[in-house]
């Protein structure tokens, strides 16, 4: 004799399904901070070393859950972004070009660039210098420095992951609004 299992334990394993899934795809918020350690400019009449020393700072979100620690490299595009840097604002997603660069599942740094004017420039190894380098860099002054990145490990929750959680807690409701729906046996 096989036992069926009832529709109300069904639909409650189908939105806890839901809901787990909705709890594993979550973003991570890291940081960015650094300093400008090096400028330049090809008109002598430019202040450029008036910069030195200016901060970088920024945020940026990343899931996490898709890194692979078999690959020796792997590009993983933010999520989210925001950097500023002597009063300029970089701020995008996921189409806009930065991208975390990971080896063997180890964050090494970002690489990418901002579209529009100034340029700004992210790279996770310098050749010239074998370190996490910006840059930002316009007509008439070029700025750079290094940068190091601190993870918050806060996760945040991604649109996706809010659409599977509502859809969970709805089949949980629907769920139980059916049962009481059933007339009482006994």
């Known amino acids: 004799m096989t036992r069926s299992i009832p529709q109300s334990l069904r639909r409650l394993g189908a939105g806890t399904v839901l809901l787990l899934a909705a709890l594993q795809a979550q973003a ?12 330049f400019s090809p008109i002598s009449s430019v202040d450029h070393k008036q910069y030195l020393n200016k901060p ?3 945020s940026f979100e990343l899931d996490s859950s898709r890194v ?6 792997q590009l993983l595009a933010l999520d989210a972004f925001s950097f500023s840097l002597i009063g300029k604002t970089f701020s995008g997603g996921a189409a806009d070009g930065f991208s975390a660069v990971y080896n063997f599942g180890v964050l090494v740094g970002l690489r990418g660039e901002a579209n529009g004017y100034p340029k700004f420039e992210l790279s996770e190894n ?5 370190g996490r380098r910006f840059s930002l860099f316009d007509d008439v002054k070029y700025l750079s420095g290094s940068y190091r990145i601190e993870s918050g ?9 809010l659409g599977l959680g509502l859809a969970a807690l709805g089949a949980l409701a629907w769920s139980r609004r059916q049962r009481r729906a059933l007339p009482r046996q006994g």
Request: aromatic share 2%.
């Open 68 to 73: 692979d620690a078999s690959l020796d490299e």
């Open 153 to 161: 490990n806060t996760p945040v929750s991604e649109p996706a992951s």
């Open 28 to 39: 991570s918020l890291y940081t960015l901070s650094g300093s400008i350690d090096r400028t």
């Open 56 to 58: 970088l700072s920024g």
């Open 126 to 130: 310098d050749p010239r210098d074998g």
